[in-house]
């Protein structure tokens, strides 16, 4: 396994079970060591929260049929209520236009594959939290998730596309809203337009992470931190002999590389070769205090900088309750240089939505402790808004490579680790077609 983030941690924790014996690399410090975030990747380098919902891995491109699509997001700034964070060079503009280039009924046909494997990695979620509940036991699960819309038309489309992936559990005015949820009773009118309350849940990743991390060591598997492959070797072929980290070369039958916005780094086969770009996000933590948030929450602020904010309930290292918000687009290319001021205009949103939302809970904190909590990761995201998923032959097996998922990658980790482990034991599954780079590259459906 290159590369432990959580999508490649699941996968390294199908196959254990399933019976291969997995060894792994990856350039960050171990996750349990806690070390300062910006050393590690996306899922460790975020804050503590992920959530699963039925429509968590959504494509952004216009979807309306019958007009051209409006693809405006990645040529403007964050400032200008886009989602540019870095000066666009080549890469970025071919990249860019892949993106502009998908049409609406092919994002639809994209968005039905992404949210059909969606709900089967709930399906895996649900299974495993059963099979496995020590490694659920200590990671703040929570189930259902609440979500509020301030703007009426988005609250009724929403709620159309809710029932039509069959999520909605209830339906809640504002009224009934502010009585079963009191933390929210300060927000304002216009703020809270209409809530859904939908299937999903969201646990403290990084706990997650660990307990994965120590019941693969328990396994006996081969886990090295601060170790980055520099090269993969490859034979007269081009088939995958080795990965090299520092002058060590590492051999195994198979490799899974699953490397987050770092994916083009390794020179990925044709197919892949400038497909996976970054797209940060920020977080920023709050106490959770009385009357306490209850279940989490998404926040839909229709043509705000941070439109759509996930509030998850969570514990902080010493076990208090706090609100952990993630939010804000900013696409960072291929090269992950960041506009430090634009990167301001996305953390100034998140604390305007703490503000608006929860604004004791803001107070509670003072300004100094929340800025001390902000933080931000890249996402690994494709033009397309699919995930990827290719296979090359090794002399003695695959490699693997996997990555891309835009906002999804924590929802649909165990439906990546079942492909992988279906790819690896030589069956099919409806990713290798759904998420392969040449489908995108055909335009096909
Ligand atoms: C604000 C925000 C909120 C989010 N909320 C959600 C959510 O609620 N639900 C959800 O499903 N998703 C969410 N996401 C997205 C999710 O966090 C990511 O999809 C996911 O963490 C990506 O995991 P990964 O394993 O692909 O990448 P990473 O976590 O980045 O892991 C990749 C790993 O590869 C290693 N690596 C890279 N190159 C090499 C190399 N050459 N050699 C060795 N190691 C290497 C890196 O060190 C890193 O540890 C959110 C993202 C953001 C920014």
Redesign the pocket.
């Known amino acids: 396994m290159?590369?432990?983030?959580?999508?490649?941690?699941v996968t390294a924790h199908w196959l254990a079970r399933a019976g291969f014996e997995v060894s792994a690399?990856?350039?960050?410090p171990d996750?349990r060591l806690g070390e300062s975030w910006k050393r590690?990747?996306?899922?460790?380098?975020?804050?503590n929260?992920?959530?699963?919902?039925l429509t968590?891995?959504d494509d952004y491109h216009d979807r309306t049929l019958g007009r051209p699509p409006v693809h405006a997001q990645f040529r403007r700034p964050v400032s200008l209520r886009g989602w540019q964070l870095c000066a666009p060079g080549a890469a970025e503009e071919e990249w860019i236009g892949d993106f502009e280039r998908v049409p609406a009924w092919l994002a639809r046909a994209y968005n039905a594959d992404t949210l059909a494997l969606n709900r089967a990695s709930g399906a895996l979620w649900d299974t495993w939290i059963q099979a496995d509940p020590h490694l659920f036991a200590d990671v703040e699960l929570t189930r259902d998730i609440v979500r509020i819309y301030s703007d009426a038309g988005q609250f009724a489309e929403s709620l159309r596309r809710q029932d039509s992936v069959g999520a909605t559990k209830q339906v809640y005015t504002p009224a009934q809203l502010r009585a079963a949820q009191p933390a929210l009773a300060d927000a304002p009118a216009e703020a809270i337009a209409g809530c859904i309350v939908v299937e999903g849940f969201?646990l403290c990743?990084h706990d997650l992470m660990a307990a994965l991390l120590d019941d693969l060591e328990a396994a006996g598997a081969d886990l090295r931190f601060e170790?980055?492959?520099?090269e993969l070797l490859r034979d007269g072929e081009g088939r995958v002999m080795g990965?090299l980290?520092g002058d060590h070369v590492v051999r195994s039958d198979h490799f899974v590389l699953?490397?987050?916005?770092?994916?083009s780094?390794?020179s990925p086969p044709p197919a892949l070769r400038n497909r996976v770009h970054g797209?940060?996000?920020?977080?920023a933590t709050v106490p959770n205090i009385e009357p306490r948030l209850t279940a989490s929450v998404k926040l839909a602020r229709r043509g705000h900088n941070a439109e759509d904010a996930?509030v998850?309930v969570a514990r902080d290292p010493l076990g208090d309750p706090i609100l952990v918000f993630?939010?804000?687009y900013g696409y960072v290319g291929s090269r992950g240089k960041i506009d430090e001021s634009e990167l301001e205009a996305l953390y100034r949103a998140l604390v305007d939505t703490v503000r608006v939302y929860f604004p004791r809970a803001l107070d509670a904190a003072g300004k100094d402790r929340v800025r001390e909590s902000f933080r931000?990761?890249?996402?690994?995201w494709t033009a397309s808004n699919l995930g990827v998923f290719e296979t090359e032959p090794t002399p003695r097996g695959l490699a693997v490579w996997?990555?891309?998922?835009?906002?999804?990658?924590?929802?649909?980790?165990p439906v990546i680790a079942e492909a992988v482990h279906t790819a690896l034991s030589g069956g099919r599954h409806a990713m290798h077609v759904a998420y392969s780079p040449r489908r995108w590259a055909a335009g096909a459906t």
């Open positions: 290159v590369g432990l983030g959580v999508v490649n941690l690399v990856d350039a960050g996750p590690y990747g996306c899922s460790r380098g975020g804050a929260a992920r959530m699963f919902t968590e891995a969201t990743v170790t980055r492959v520099s990965a980290t699953s490397l987050g916005a770092e994916f780094s390794l797209v940060l996000g920020c977080w996930n998850t993630g939010s804000g931000h990761c890249v996402r690994p996997t990555g891309g998922h835009n906002t999804g990658g924590f929802a649909q980790a």
